[in-house]
């Protein structure tokens, strides 16, 4: 699991310097490297009592209760096309690193589960196809970041990080505002206004997630709300 977390860590740090190549490369190793070791654990608990803990590479069993999660922010793309000039873009990626602290054994655990991690990883990439378009000015490669904002969004439905969840809260604030910029880019704007909708009932009941926000996230996410309207032309027609 700790080549997971590193190849992650280091995709993010290509991220943040403008290496997106590299950088994705990385975490598609990272994804690669979660499904092996998933394989893995699955593969031993057959061979051994259901309940034996899984100990691949010698470590305690891994969820989201044993990392310690490390919100990043990304600089804007440089030569940055109008996509990210007209709407504000959540560019915080996520490093993540083994809590090696002793745990009160009578504490609650989350279950193992790779779709948490899988949602971190994916978000990740997400934001490094998202900052490519945008410095690149490639529109079609919006359709493909669309398509991993969605991925990352249901991961992370399926196993919300409990032990984490300003971090949770904020993340699908990110995913949701990205989606919605993304789809009033491409003129659909009947998904940005679905997006946005949903944006702002997250933003009404994830109290953790909007607290956890910088001011300027905040800012920047309910100017998307209120003012992303479709031109007067696309509402006549």
Not at 58 to 71: D, E, G, V, Y
Not at 73 to 96: E, F, G, L, M
Not at 212 to 233: H, I, K, Q, T, Y
Request: glycine share 4%.
């Amino acid at each position: 699991m700790e080549r997971v977390l590193n190849m992650n860590n280091e995709g993010v740090e290509h991220l943040i310097a403008g290496k997106y190549s590299a950088a994705k490369t990385s975490l598609r190793t990272a994804l690669l490297y979660l499904k092996e070791f998933h394989d893995e654990c699955r593969r031993l608990r057959l061979e051994r009592d259901e309940n034996q803990i899984c100990e691949t590479e010698k470590i305690p069993p891994q969820t989201f209760s044993n990392l310690i999660l490390q919100s990043r922010r990304v600089p804007d793309a440089p030569n940055k096309h109008s996509c990210s000039q007209q709407h504000y873009i959540y560019r915080n990626a996520i490093a993540a690193f083994l809590d090696l602290t002793p745990k009160n054994e009578s504490s609650t655990q989350e279950l193992p589960s790779s779709s948490g991690l899988t949602a971190m990883i994916v978000f990740n990439l997400s934001l490094v196809y998202h900052c490519h378009a945008d410095r690149y000015s490639s529109s079609s490669n919006l359709t493909k970041v669309l398509r991993l904002y969605k991925k990352a969004l249901d991961a992370l439905k399926t196993a919300p990080w409990l032990a984490h969840k300003s971090y949770s809260d904020m993340t699908v604030l990110g995913i949701l505002n990205n989606m919605g910029a993304v789809f009033h880019e491409l003129d659909k704007y009947e998904e940005a206004e679905d997006c946005f909708k949903v944006l702002k009932n997250v933003f009404m009941t994830s109290k953790d997630g909007v607290v956890a926000l910088e001011a300027g996230a905040r800012g920047g996410m309910m100017m998307n709300v209120l003012f992303l309207d479709p031109p007067e032309s696309a509402r006549a027609a």
